[in-house]
T-cell receptor, first 113, second 114 residues
Framework: GDSVTQMEGPVTLSEEAFLTINCTYT??????LFWYVQYPGEGLQLLLK?????DKGSNKGFEATYRKETTSFHLEKGSVQVSDSAVYFC????????????FGKGTRLSVIA | GAGVSQTPSNKVTEKGKYVELRCDPI?????LYWYRQSLGQGPEFLIY????????DSGLPNDRFFAVRPEGSVSTLKIQRTERGDSAVYLC????????????FGPGTRLTVL
C-alpha cells in the first residue's frame, strides 16, 4: 500500500541555519504530495503542496520539489527562525478517486536562538 | 470564517465505556474525514464522508468504531466498549469536496481510556 517515510527527529537547529527534512514515498501512480505543520498547541495546517512531477511547492520560505525519479519531496528552508519550531508531516494523496491523506510519522523541529 | 471545530477537546473515560466525539466542519464543505493520531505517529485515516454517506470506511479498526453524518454537516465518531489502545488524538478534517486537495484540520480530541 501507499506509504510515506520521513527522517526521524527531533531536529535541533540554531536560528538562521539551513533546514532539510527528508521525505520519500511509495505509491501507485502519481500522487499529490504535501507538507503539513503542527505548531505547539495548534491543529495541522497545510504548509505547501505539489501535484505533479517537478512541481515546486513553496510557502513561508519553505520549499519542496516533487521528484518522481527519486520518489522524494524533501522540505527545505534557507534560514530557520525560532517560530518555525513545530512538527512537520509529509503526506501523499492518490489522485484517483476520492482518497484520504497518508502521512509520515512526523519530524519535530526545534530552533534555538 | 470559522474553521473546523471538534468537541470535546479532551475526553477521559474508563475502559468499556462508550464515547462520542463531535466534528463541525467548515460551512459548505461536503467532504469530511476522520483520522487518528497515536503518540509519536502521523495521523491515520479512519473514515471519509461525502455528504451524508460514508464513502470509505476502510480505516476503521473494528466494529466498535462507527461514525455518522446525518445531515451532511456535523459528524459524530462513536466508540463502543473503549479499550486502552483507543487512547489517541482523533482528528477531523474537511474539504470543499472529495476531489479537493486541501483538507482543513480541526484541533483534535484527545481521548484517554483508563
Amino acid at each position: 500500500g501507499d506509504s510515506v517515510t520521513q527522517m526521524e527527529g527531533p531536529v535541533t537547529l540554531s536560528e538562521e541555519a539551513f533546514l532539510t527534512i527528508n521525505c520519500t514515498y511509495t505509491a501507485t501512480g502519481y500522487p499529490s504530495l504535501f507538507w503539513y505543520v503542527q505548531y505547539p498547541g495548534e491543529g495541522l495546517q497545510l504548509l505547501l503542496k505539489a501535484t505533479k512531477a517537478d512541481d515546486k511547492g513553496s510557502n513561508k520560505g519553505f520549499e519542496a520539489t516533487y521528484r518522481k525519479e527519486t520518489t522524494s519531496f524533501h522540505l527545505e528552508k534557507g534560514s530557520v527562525q525560532v517560530s518555525d519550531s513545530a512538527v512537520y508531516f509529509c503526506a501523499l494523496r492518490r489522485n484517483s478517486g476520492n482518497t484520504p491523506l497518508v502521512f509520515g510519522k512526523g519530524t519535530r523541529l526545534s530552533v534555538i536562538a | 470564517g470559522a474553521g473546523v471545530s471538534q468537541t470535546p477537546s479532551n475526553k477521559v473515560t474508563e475502559k468499556g465505556k462508550y464515547v462520542e466525539l463531535r466534528c463541525d466542519p467548515i460551512s459548505g464543505h461536503t467532504a469530511l474525514y476522520w483520522y487518528r493520531q497515536s503518540l509519536g505517529q502521523g495521523p491515520e485515516f479512519l473514515i471519509y464522508f461525502q455528504g451524508t454517506g460514508a464513502a470509505d470506511d476502510s480505516g476503521l479498526p473494528n466494529d466498535r468504531f462507527f461514525a455518522v453524518r446525518p445531515e451532511g454537516s456535523v459528524s459524530t465518531l462513536k466508540i463502543q466498549r473503549t479499550e486502552r489502545g483507543d487512547s489517541a488524538v482523533y482528528l477531523c478534517a474537511s474539504s470543499l469536496d472529495g476531489a479537493s486537495d486541501t483538507q482543513y484540520f480541526g484541533p483534535g480530541t484527545r481521548l484517554t481510556v483508563l
